[in-house]
């Protein structure tokens, strides 16, 4: 997990990317299933709130590509999803300033990084699966409903309200006290 220099240089330049504006990294699939991601709306909103502020980049696999189309909204956001490597999304990751994501491999790669960590957990739970990084570098958001967690791949209530009523401004407040 060193950051590779050379590549973070070719990376920087690719994606014509400055560090005069901070970096955040949104990580919005998890391999697991949908029960694990908050709703892709959400971080468009967010991104959308965000954006005069930092540079957005959007990674996950190529899976993950039409959810990353949905978020990117104005010039100062980048779907790379599917376009990176491990290697590329980690030295991405050493450049950024925090990282929101849903509980997803990419999140524990943000936190194993020393990265601030904005974690967003659904129908599992951040007492089994929580970023190994300190504690005032890390926000989760868990609404700990009674259904909860219920460990699924998709929602057997079909309501998803672990993820739904997670609202952005929380996110966004959760942001701010990370990033001072």
Not at 61 to 87: F, H, P, Q, R, W
Not at 124 to 134: A, F, Q, R
């Amino acid at each position: 997990l060193k950051p590779d220099p050379e590549n973070m240089k070719k990376l920087l330049k690719k994606y014509k990317l400055s560090l005069e504006k901070k970096i955040v990294i949104f990580a919005p699939g998890a391999a697991f299933g949908p029960s694990k991601m908050w709703p892709v709306e959400r971080f468009k909103e967010l991104g959308e709130k965000l954006n005069k502020n930092f540079f957005i980049l959007i990674l996950g696999s190529d899976k993950e590509k039409n959810i990353g189309d949905k978020i990117v909204t104005s010039k100062n956001m980048i779907n790379l999803c599917g376009k990176t490597t491990i290697a590329d999304a980690t030295d991405l990751m050493h450049v950024s300033d925090f990282c929101v994501s849903n509980d997803s491999g990419l999140m524990h790669v943000a936190a194993a990084l020393d990265r601030p960590v904005v974690g967003i957990y659904g129908s599992s739970s951040p007492e089994y699966t929580p970023p190994l990084i300190e504690n005032d570098k890390k926000i989760i958001i868990y609404q700990n409903l009674s259904c909860s967690p219920c460990f699924k791949r998709t929602c057997p209530l079909q309501h998803m309200n672990c993820l739904n009523d997670i609202s952005v401004d929380s996110v966004k407040e959760s942001i701010s006290s990370l990033v001072k």
